[in-house]
């Protein structure tokens, strides 16, 4: 395309000729074309894909495919497909932190949770632990059984875990929990 019948007048030093070749190059082979060079009677080398007198061909070796590393190694190992995990039967699901009936101290609204599930969670599998926060599910779904939920507001305030397959499904779930989170406040008086 754009070779054709293009002239490429450059003098230039040895890197800014070395991506011109290049570029030549790599253009040429996709287009089946011959590249010509020589010099002008200034002394400039000119690159072009129409033949001159006196030009020398420049010889473009053929395009190899893109074949990777050829030394045995880490690159160039096919790693297995891991084998699907065998579904996990879950006998308990328990909620350790915090306590039903529990009082947390936390300006912050931060809430640190442990859930027990038996046998372990099989994250490995995509089974999470979703939250229901005051009976609202929350969007974030954890692959650890200890957490901390943050922003929580001051009050009372009811707490479940759900242990969920990938493809959304309840596969046990824990008794509901109710927690209070205090806040300090200028209004509190020690006695």
């Not at 590249?35 to 007198?53: A, K, Q």
């Not at 046998?119 to 999470?128: E, I, T, W, Y």
């Amino acid at each position: 395309m754009f070779l054709h019948r293009a002239k490429v007048r450059w003098t230039a030093s040895a890197p800014k000729l070395a991506v011109l070749i290049t570029t030549l190059a790599l253009s040429a082979t996709s287009f089946g074309a011959t590249i010509y060079r020589w010099v002008d009677r200034n002394g400039t080398v000119v690159y072009s894909s129409e033949p001159r007198p006196g030009a020398s061909t420049i010889l473009v070796p053929p395009p190899h495919p893109a074949t990777g590393p050829t030394q045995p190694g880490p690159a160039n190992i096919v790693q297995p497909m891991p084998a699907k995990q065998a579904d996990v039967r879950y006998t308990e699901a328990l909620i350790v932190e915090p306590k039903d009936e529990s009082t947390i101290h936390s300006n912050a609204g931060e809430v640190p949770v442990e859930v027990s599930v038996q046998p372990g969670l099989n994250a490995s599998a995509g089974d999470r632990i979703a939250v229901l926060l005051d009976g609202r599910m929350l969007p974030q779904r954890y692959t650890a059984t200890s957490f901390t939920l943050s922003g929580v507001e001051r009050g009372a305030h009811t707490l479940q875990a759900v242990v969920v397959s990938p493809d959304g499904a309840t596969r046990i779930s824990t008794a509901i929990a109710t927690f209070y989170v205090w806040h300090a406040s200028r209004l509190f008086h020690p006695r």
